[in-house]
């Protein structure tokens, strides 16, 4: 492909840069605007897999790392606080394979439930940061990751958003990279191995590192200038420096790729060339703040333009230093459950029996609009159990019998069992209700497989995890399957029982996505024609 022009959206150019710069393990949690990423890996040849959640899937990428592979791991913006407990740690250990960490924020929650920057976990846990503009350096900058990676054994962090991460620009991609090389482990436990002894010293050399690498972006980093009326200069990063093109053609313009550790002594220079200097970024003001705190006298935007993605028409505002109220988008078609989902029933339910219901993370979460109006609480993934079995605990009685938490079967693989966990240990006075509502996929996300639908980021099959084995071996009183497919009707008198005692419940009810039925039946299909060869072959 060297040379060929590509039209890529970026998650598609960072999946083609992690395959032709060599790396060997893709590992991650579906999670829009992340999502493609592996799945393009997967689909052009790399070996990529979903792990439980995020943290499991870094953990399992440090491995790789300390084997001397490189790997990438993706995640949404919010999967990165998932991940964030060895985030911390491994900025301290030597890595000898490049380790990209891919971070896809969402400015203006197109689907998430914050917009949260994550350029602050750069310098909170002392990453490398690197933004690309679009697709063309969403290919580059994966392999400028893996590669500041190697040599200085630091995992870097690859910030997208949204808008880059889905729109499509031209690529061109050059020679893949070569190496066959067998993989060995390197025992070096003062640098792997993170008790106080070793991570003291761990820790200078951490800061070592970072200026070394701040040294390298003075020098050499992937900095665009371009140079016109000196009357203004704009500093941008990310997508929001596309944007500054074209909203002012004529202003000097600094590009930074590397966004952390900044080049300042580059940015100096800069400021001292223009009359004025505006920051133009997308999210939290991190680099004017950065400019500021170094004594460069920059612009930033107004308060109102930190919410939402940015464009040309609001970086014009920004520059003319408009804060006028902005005009309302127009109003899309609100989002709704899918006709014949089975979560439907569940909501109906929920909704005729008064229930207090702390909701989760996924499509079941829009039991919160009408008609169902059948959800009170949603914080974060697998939050549903803790946040149920707290209302339990402090309600006057009548009130807490009607607490119910609902979780989706992806969710609670992700970081529901610890809420289990926890019900069993701390069980309510009046016990709790938990709903595991398994539709056999990762369906907001666009259908994906984990570790209980029994098939591979592939759709291979695998080994299934059980919930109703799980719960009752961690002790939940009571565990009950329903199969709404058959068996709508039993839900009400279930629930009304369940809520009646003192005791812990789960109810898992199973009803494969109305969207991804006709696939899993295909891939059942599939899989029983393979063991039906394996068997064919054995005899």
């Known amino acids: 492909m060297t040379g060929e022009r590509l039209l890529l959206s970026g998650d598609d150019a960072v999946a083609l840069g992690a395959l032709h710069a060599g790396v060997r393990l893709g590992t991650g949690y579906p999670g829009t605007p992340s999502t493609e990423i592996l799945e393009t890996f997967d689909r052009i040849g790399g070996r990529a897999q979903w792990s439980p959640n995020e943290k499991v899937a870094l953990e399992v990428a440090c491995g790789s790392a300390f084997a001397g592979a490189r790997t990438i791991v993706t995640m949404k913006h919010v999967g990165l606080n998932v991940a964030a407990d060895a985030l911390f740690t491994a900025t301290h250990t030597d890595v000898d394979g490049g380790l ?8 203006g929650m197109a689907s998430s439930q914050n917009e949260q920057d994550n350029r602050h976990y750069g310098r909170a846990a002392a990453a490398p940061v690197l933004e690309p503009i679009d697709s063309q350096q969403a290919y580059d900058f994966t392999w400028l990751g893996l590669e500041l990676s190697e040599r200085w054994k630091i995992p870097v962090i690859l910030r997208l958003t949204t808008r880059v991460c889905h729109a499509k620009t031209v690529v061109r991609p050059r020679a893949p990279h070569q190496d066959d090389s067998a993989l060995r482990f390197r025992r070096d436990v003062p640098a792997r191995v993170m008790i106080p002894a070793f991570a003291k010293p761990a820790h200078r050399r951490l800061r070592q590192k970072l200026a070394e690498i701040t040294a390298w972006n003075e020098a050499e980093g992937p900095i665009e200038e371009h140079r016109g009326n000196r009357e203004l200069g704009i500093v941008a990063t990310g997508v929001a420096a596309v944007h500054a093109r074209e909203a002012a053609p004529d202003a000097c313009q600094l590009t930074i790729g590397l966004t952390y550790p900044l080049p300042l002594e580059r940015i100096r220079a800069f400021a001292a060339s223009v009359d004025r200097l505006v920051v133009i970024e997308e999210g ?4 004017v703040d950065s400019l500021r705190a170094a004594g460069i006298d920059a612009e930033g935007k107004a308060e109102q333009y930190r919410f939402g993605e940015l464009n040309v028409a609001r970086v014009r505002r920004i520059l003319a230093r408009d804060t006028s109220p902005e005009s309302e988008p127009p109003a899309g078609k609100p989002p709704e459950l899918c006709p014949g989902c089975s979560h439907r029933a569940v909501f109906e339910t929920l909704r005729d029996l008064d229930c207090i219901v702390s909701g989760d993370i996924g499509c079941y979460t829009l039991g919160v609009l009408p008609p169902f109006s059948a959800m ?11 946040v149920g079995l707290g209302l339990r605990h402090v309600l006057p009685e009548d009130e807490a019998r009607r607490v119910v938490s609902v979780i989706g079967d992806s969710t609670f693989v992700h970081s529901g069992l610890t809420g289990i966990a926890e019900m069993v ?27 209980g639908t029994g098939r591979l980021l592939d759709h291979s099959p695998t080994k ?25 009707d039993g839900l009400r008198p279930l629930l009304e029982e369940l809520l009646a005692r003192d005791e812990t419940s789960v109810v898992i009810t199973r009803q494969p996505c109305v969207l991804a039925a006709p696939k899993i039946r295909l891939y059942e299909k599939a899989a029983a024609e393979q063991a039906e060869c394996a068997a064919a072959t054995q005899d």
């Open 100 to 107: 990209v960490i891919v971070s896809a924020d969402d400015p």
């Open 284 to 287: 939290d003001p991190v680099l």
């Open 376 to 386: 009170d609480t949603c914080v974060c993934m697998g939050a549903s159990v803790g």
């Open 425 to 451: 240990y701390n069980p309510p006075a009046t016990g709790h209700v938990v709903l595991i509502l398994d539709n056999a996929t990762t369906a907001m996300t666009g259908q994906q497989e984990h570790p």
């Open 464 to 488: 299934r995890i059980s919930f109703e084995s799980v719960c009752e071996s961690m002790g939940v009183d009571n565990v009950h399957v329903l199969d709404l497919h058959r068996n709508a």
